[in-house]
């Protein structure tokens, strides 16, 4: 895309992409894509504002050359270090060889980390502010947002935030950069959600502290590093990130994730009839089969709902290592403090109980209950996890 104008001469220079298959080398984006989003502001000094990924070198030093000759670049200020949008900062370094590095003390000291690069770096501090001319840039310290490293850069005279990877969405934007020119704004709050707890739910804790942070601020635009910008009512992503970093430390919205896996049926059968006991409490639920679904898909599921169902059988006296690798994930992910259960088949021996229990010990998860049977549900086994999930269905619904 060309660059676009969003306040006089303060331009969105972002690009596209659409050819990666794991962002972070882990997270499915390929029927998405997702945008790099940088902004070059033209002033008595000129200024840009985060880079763009490796890939992207080519297209990035283009869309800037449009607009200004490189050699002209005063600043590149370094919201946060992560290579999805400092990639393509050894080549730029090149063709603005008089532009100086701005970033936060552990931003520069990961400039050498990555790149090598030390000279004309400059650190800064926590609203300090740096005139442009006609423009002013206030540096607000915002770490673990995504990094220890990031912050964010507000334009007083526009009241504009450049959040960085906060508020940010997976998505492409498919002509239109605005949440107001944009057709489907609920694909991207979906994405939005997904992208929160792929990539920062970890950090939740620092989400809030940089909303409070950010909240002496008065905010007519927010301009993150990925997807929309938010023109028409900015205070509405700043609410659902606050929304689910709360979620994060619980209590979560009322409902149940099922999170399953089965290898002959056996705890499936099982779960089948138990779905039926959940449905008729009319409490919203969603279910995952972990040895086929990405963990990336039911991550926004688990942070969003008070209770958790956990069904899988033991493999070999642990747990279905499906189930592993998805508890595993919320206990990176930080998902603490739901209601939870489990059950699941086993053929010699228990063992994946054990294994729940210590996760949901960890993750201070209350288990209602926990059972498991051997071989396939019989009428008794069926008795006593319908207790059990009666019990989380009651806790989950009012949270
Ligand atoms: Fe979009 Fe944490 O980088």
Redesign the pocket.
């Known amino acids: 895309m060309h660059a676009v104008e969003i306040k006089p001469n303060i331009y969105w220079v972002g690009v596209n992409d659409r050819s990666t298959n794991l962002f972070e080398g882990l997270w499915p984006i390929h029927e998405v894509g997702v945008s ?1 989003n940088a902004y070059l502001i033209k002033d008595k000094k000129n200024a840009l504002i985060d880079i763009s990924k490796e890939i992207f070198s080519d297209d990035f030093a283009q869309e800037l050359s449009d607009l200004i000759d490189l050699k002209d670049l005063d600043y590149i200020i370094v919201n ?1 270090m ?1 290579p ?2 400092t990639g393509a900062l050894g080549r730029l370094r090149e063709m603005a060889p008089n532009a100086k590095l701005l970033g936060m003390q552990k931003a520069v000291s990961m400039m050498n980390d990555f790149y090598s690069l030390t000279e004309n770096t400059e650190v800064v501090k926590h609203e300090e502010t740096l005139s442009l001319g006609k423009y002013t840039l206030k540096f607000l310290y915002t770490p673990g947002v ?2 220890p490293e ?1 912050m964010m850069t507000y334009v007083p005279e526009e009241k504009l935030l450049f959040s ?2 906060a508020f ?1 969405q997976y998505g492409a934007l498919d002509g239109f950069i605005f949440d107001d020119e944009c057709q489907n704004v609920a694909f991207f709050e979906k994405e939005a959600l997904r992208y929160y707890t792929n ?1 920062i739910s970890a950090f939740s804790r620092n989400v809030l502290m940089a909303i409070d942070k950010i909240s002496a601020y008065p905010v007519s635009i927010i301009a993150p ?2 997807g929309l910008i938010w023109r028409k009512d900015p205070m509405h992503i700043i609410e659902l990130y606050k929304t689910w970093a709360g979620y994060a430390q619980g209590p979560a919205g009322p409902g149940i994730t099922v999170l399953y896996g089965s290898m002959y049926r056996n705890t499936e059968r099982a779960l089948d009839q138990t779905l039926q006991v959940i449905g008729r409490q009319q409490i919203p639920i969603e279910v995952f089969n972990v040895g086929i679904t990405d963990p990336s898909y039911y991550l926004p599921s688990l942070l969003t709902k008070q209770g958790v169902l956990i069904a899988c059988p033991t493999y070999e006296r642990a747990m279905f290592p499906a189930m592993v690798r998805a508890l595993n994930m919320a206990e990176i992910k930080d998902i603490k403090h739901k209601v939870a259960a489990y059950f699941g088949s086993f053929a010699w021996s228990g063992g994946a109980m054990n294994v729940f229990n210590g996760f949901a010990e960890r993750l201070a998860w209350d288990v209602v209950g926990a059972y498991q049977f051997a071989g396939s549900a019989k009428e008794n086994d069926l008795q006593q996890i319908q207790q059990i999930v009666e019990q989380l269905a009651a806790k989950a619904r009012k949270p």
């Open positions: 790099y946060h992560e999805d949008h995504h990094w990031t960085c990877d940010g990539i590093s990925h």
